[in-house]
């Protein structure tokens, strides 16, 4: 659930709160190293400013932190032979930078990303993997009367555990109705 405590078109500022509980769904097995579904529950608060810095550019800072839950029944993807326990502690990804309307239909941004934690326990020993990513996405979008196109570039810069994202090219419509 999404709100916003402060939306000003005039002044082009906004305030946006949304928070998230997400349950365990889809396929579980701890005999699989793989599942499509999860057994634990995960909560996600995020917080976004967006502000005019000149006639033009507008400057934004969004900071979202994922909490999860534990799993006990984590064997074969956690190493192990039957069941242990997982925990995870919380993830946090900070984005800013520039918005810059070039028109009311055309604007192009530029986004810097900081993520870290997220380091895991298996049977309460340390995991020594503690997620520290930086990237860049550069994004234009049009909005038209059939509905908003994004085009997006992006890739790591450093990564510090974790997924590495060496190239992110993204094509994207999007339709109110």
Excluded at 74 to 90: D, E, I, M, R, Y
Excluded at 118 to 131: E, K
Excluded at 142 to 168: C, W
Aim: net charge positive.
């Amino acid at each position: 659930t999404a709100i916003w405590p402060y939306a000003n078109r005039a002044t082009r500022t906004y305030l946006g709160i949304a928070g998230y509980l997400i349950s365990p769904t889809g396929s579980y097995s701890s005999q699989r190293v793989f599942n499509l579904g999860e057994n634990r529950f995960r909560t996600d608060l995020q917080i976004g400013f967006q502000t005019p810095i000149t006639k033009s550019v507008d400057g934004m800072i969004a900071v979202d932190t994922m909490w999860f839950g534990g799993n006990s029944q984590c064997a074969a993807t956690c190493g192990l032979a039957s069941n242990g326990s997982l925990t995870q502690k919380p993830l946090t990804t900070t984005q800013l930078g520039p918005i810059y309307r070039i028109n009311e239909i055309f604007t192009v941004g530029a986004s810097y990303f900081y993520v870290a934690g997220g380091a895991i326990s298996i049977n309460n020993s340390y995991q020594n993997n503690v997620v520290n990513t930086q990237r860049f996405l550069l994004s234009g979008q049009a909005h038209t009367p059939i509905g908003r196109f994004s085009l997006q570039y992006g890739r790591d810069m450093e990564i510090k555990n974790g997924f590495v994202q060496t190239g992110l090219l993204v094509l994207r419509l999007a339709k109110e109705f």
